[in-house]
């Protein structure tokens, strides 16, 4: 055979100038580096979802009322305003929200500042409802949860939790931080009846007197020989003492009477249903939330080290604790997408070496991190995070993102076997399998483009996946046509002695025994008896297809994915007591306690087995009519424990208690939802 000749063209190019290969792959490296510690790491993709939300609040009045005197109006109000696909509405007691979904067409802020002037021009709200908030619906993502919990006063865990949330804030990455399960502070006011008469005196004028002389007023300015003199009355009233002063009426012989001479002034807690229990401690929760481009490791890692120091400077009996944390899935996530990436590129370079040439199996080996780098490097400019979605991309690609360097590299090795080992030899192994290589990459990217086409709320998921596929696949034919023909240009011979040499000779001599004894015989009888062969393959997928249409083989849309939080919702009839609800709750408590000694698993971290399986439970309560829990589970539990075992045993436990509608368990849950919901309307 004729050896190969001088080629021209780009791979030729790069593979006769190696150190503009070697740059362009030190380029991809350093970039895809940099944007790995720099891109923004979150659990999922920023979903925009293009919604309007109307929230009034109606104190006292029950949810027929909220309905009626609210919710009605401000449906009729929206209805024709263009843009809106669906309106819904939530009444509750006290309260009510509507929730406007917007066309995607639409410019959400035009269709906002219409919804604010229809629920503006709005006049016949009843008078005690209080002023309408209309306001986009910002999605955050939490990050962790942090409780305040302990024996203490509720002045005093409100103030310190106060306190953190603000040192909070103060830190470095921490934007956002939520309170949630303490009471709104209220200043309580009460006359008897009797005082009101003897002084002449009603409730209407008491609370009038005190809109008068709880108020700051600017009143205007004076111009002076030294300047301007801004004018204020500054007395409003914040707590007892504010509120003991005020002044009622003036008697003829200058006699003033105060509001503390005739009234109860309380300054505490507003009279509501709030209950929220952690590890069995009343508790106040603070929600680290993450928003924008923020890094959500860095955030978690940021508030966990304040918590460090933060909690031996607490009171006694006090306690802070992180939980809930959302990096832990995202980090898990990574750390599996890093061992399966070293893993397949240690089998690469195992199996090429053993069949072909050790650095041949170095070089292609190195397109598994360098195409996964240039993916890294390109997707801060496409607007692609690093989330559970396109980690799971990552994975996706990992088994088919380096099948064109090892097709490549293998006609090169052929090439260079037959001809000697030259830089035409290689040039003349890669050009013969570039174009098929080039079409079947094309091919799998085409498959996925379809994923960057979707539009609406599903866009956020499918393009993360899609978009790091196409990014790997584009990567590893650069990889595999640009910088790798020059690196095996520069191989040097190949040994043909010692014991690596022996090792691959006898895996090869095995190999070719299998494909003389076993595939080609066998390849021959399928050949010549095509037609049962064809026969035998279409009654194999007709089984397939029975076995699915059948029922044998389940099939969901998507899996229910097995958590390490137990969720509880509770749901009371209504008109039940307080203590009903509270009783249920601390009932859900107990059960939740009992898990611990009754199942057991082995503990990654001892490495014996442990019967521990709660971590934390917290329960919460927000009215009489429901409430809720979330007990967190040791990580390891969940992969040897039947969590369904577990729900159905809390659901025995905690039984049928007095006044209980409705209580459900649920260890899972499905990115799908339910299989199937019905809405009245």
Not at 225 to 252: C, H, K, P, W
Not at 568 to 577: C, I, L, N
Request: hydrophobic residues 45%.
């Amino acid at each position: 055979m004729n050896p190969p000749t001088s080629h021209k063209g780009i791979i030729a190019w790069f593979a006769e100038n190696s150190v503009a290969a070697n740059l362009l792959m030190l380029l991809v490296i350093g970039a895809g580096l940099f944007s790995l510690s720099t891109i923004t790491k979150k659990t999922m993709p920023d979903i925009d979802r293009p919604v309007i939300q109307v929230r009034i609040a109606y104190p006292g009045a029950s949810p027929a009322d909220v309905e009626r005197g609210i919710l009605l109006q401000v449906e009729k109000a929206v209805d024709d305003v263009d843009g809106i696909t669906r309106v819904s509405s939530v009444a509750s007691e006290g309260s009510g929200s509507v929730n406007i979904e917007v066309d995607e067409s639409f410019d959400i802020n035009d269709v906002l500042n219409n919804v604010k002037v229809r629920v503006d021009g709005i006049l016949t709200f009843p008078v005690d409802a209080e002023p309408p908030i209309v306001s986009r619906n910002v999605v955050r993502s939490d990050a962790l949860r942090l409780e305040v919990f302990g024996d203490m006063d509720p002045v005093s865990q409100k103030e310190l939790a106060q306190q953190i949330r603000d040192e909070l804030l103060l830190l470095p990455n921490v934007t956002s931080v939520t309170l949630s399960g303490a009471r709104a502070y209220e200043i309580a006011i009460e006359v008897p009846e009797d005082t009101l008469l003897k002084y002449g005196l009603s409730l209407d004028q008491v609370a009038q007197r005190i809109r008068q002389s709880s108020l700051d007023l600017p009143a205007g300015s004076l111009e002076t020989d030294g300047g301007e003199i801004l004018v204020r009355t500054q007395s409003m009233a914040y707590n007892y003492q504010d509120f003991d002063r005020i002044v009622l009426l003036t008697t003829t012989d200058g006699t003033l009477l105060t509001l503390g001479d005739i009234a109860t002034i309380r300054d505490g807690f507003e009279d509501s249903e709030s209950y929220a229990r952690f590890d069995g401690k009343p508790t106040i929760s603070l929600n680290v939330q993450i928003t924008g481009n923020q890094n959500l490791l860095q955030v978690t890692d940021t508030v966990k080290e304040y918590v460090a120091e933060k909690k031996p400077t607490l009171p006694q009996g006090v306690s802070i604790e992180a939980w809930n944390d959302a990096s832990y899935a995202l980090r898990d996530r990574l750390d599996l997408m890093t061992t399966n990436m070293m893993q397949g590129a240690l089998l690469v370079f195992i199996i090429l070496t053993l069949f072909l040439d050790i650095r041949l199996a170095f070089w292609v080996m190195w397109g598994i991190p360098i195409a996964f780098l240039g993916a890294f490097a390109v997707m801060p400019l496409v607007g692609i995070d690093l989330n559970m979605l396109s980690l799971f991309g990552f994975i996706m690609v990992l088994g088919i993102v380096v099948d064109d360097a090892i097709i490549i590299g293998e006609s090169a090795h052929t090439h260079m076997q037959q001809y000697g080992r030259s830089l035409d030899s290689v040039v003349a192994g890669a050009l013969k399998v570039a174009t098929p290589v080039t079409f079947g990459v094309l091919t799998t990217i085409v498959a996925f483009v379809p994923l960057l086409l979707i539009s609406g709320f599903a866009a956020g998921f499918t393009i993360s996946i899609g978009a790091v596929v196409i990014l790997c696949l584009t990567f590893s034919l650069i990889e595999s046509k640009l910088m790798l023909p020059a690196h095996l240009a520069q191989m040097g011979p190949e040994s043909t002695s010692g014991w690596l040499k022996r090792v691959q000779d006898a895996c090869n001599g095995g190999f070719n025994r299998f494909v003389q004894r076993c595939y080609l015989p066998w390849n021959r009888i399928l050949i010549r008896n095509r037609y049962i062969t064809l026969a035998s393959f279409t009654a194999l997928l007709f089984l397939t297809v029975g076995l699915v249409g059948g029922g044998f083989v389940r099939v969901v849309f998507l899996p229910e994915i097995q958590g390490d939080t137990i969720q509880a919702s509770v749901t009371m009839v209504e008109g039940s007591p307080e203590e009903q609800i509270r009783a249920t709750l601390r009932r859900v408590e107990e059960a939740a306690l009992s898990l611990n000694g009754r199942f057991e698993f082995l503990d990654s971290e001892t490495g014996e087995m442990s019967t521990k399986v709660v971590d934390h439970f917290l329960v919460v309560s927000s009215s009489v009519a429901s409430g809720s829990a979330a007990i967190t589970l040791d990580t390891d539990v969940a992969s040897q424990v039947d969590t369904d075992e577990m729900t159905a045993y809390l659901l025995d436990y905690v039984g049928n208690m007095p006044g209980l509608k409705l209580l459900s368990f649920s260890a899972g849950f499905s990115i799908g939802g339910d299989p199937i919901a019905f809405q009245l309307v």
